[in-house]
């Protein structure tokens, strides 16, 4: 039996919001960035869903799917969300230790 786990974007205010980010260049404006990452960027106000900082343009920007696919998650823009690479390999190894129980 598999554990049923959602991953919540959390709604967080960092105390670093303000003029903090718009001291700094934005990564999501940045001419390297594709397209689709730019676009989640900015939804998320260049913040990693997980521990909520802002992303460095030198961060290494992962895509992940907010719901693992085994649980139902798709590839929709909406169903996606970028992390920095650290904190998407420390969510993979939490959904995997939650699979083998
Ligand atoms: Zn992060």
Same mark, same amino acid.
Request: net charge positive; proline share 3%.
């Given at each position: 039996?598999?554990?049923?786990? @959602?991953?919540?974007?959390? $709604?967080? !205010?960092? #105390? %670093?919001? *303000? $003029?903090?980010? %718009? ?6 404006? @940045?001419?390297?960035?594709?397209? +689709?990452? *730019?676009? =989640? =960027?900015?939804?998320?106000?260049? /913040? ?5 900082? /802002? ?6 920007? $992962?895509? /992940?799917?907010?719901? #693992? &696919?085994? +649980? *139902? *998650?798709? $590839?929709? %823009? &909406?169903?996606?969300?970028? =992390? @920095? ?5 420390? &969510?993979? !190894?939490? +959904?995997?230790? !939650?699979?083998? @129980?």
């Amino acid at each position: 039996m598999s554990i049923v786990r @959602h991953t919540k974007v959390k $709604d967080t !205010a960092s #105390p %670093y919001d *303000g $003029d903090w980010i %718009y001291g700094s260049s934005r990564v999501s404006k @940045h001419p390297g960035v594709k397209k +689709e990452v *730019g676009k =989640l =960027l900015r939804r998320q106000k260049d /913040n990693c869903t997980r521990c909520g900082l /802002n992303f460095r343009l030198r961060e290494l920007i $992962d895509f /992940n799917r907010i719901v #693992p &696919k085994s +649980e *139902g *998650g798709g $590839d929709t %823009y &909406k169903k996606k969300q970028v =992390l @920095h690479r650290h904190c998407h390999d420390s &969510k993979t !190894a939490e +959904e995997l230790k !939650a699979v083998k @129980h």
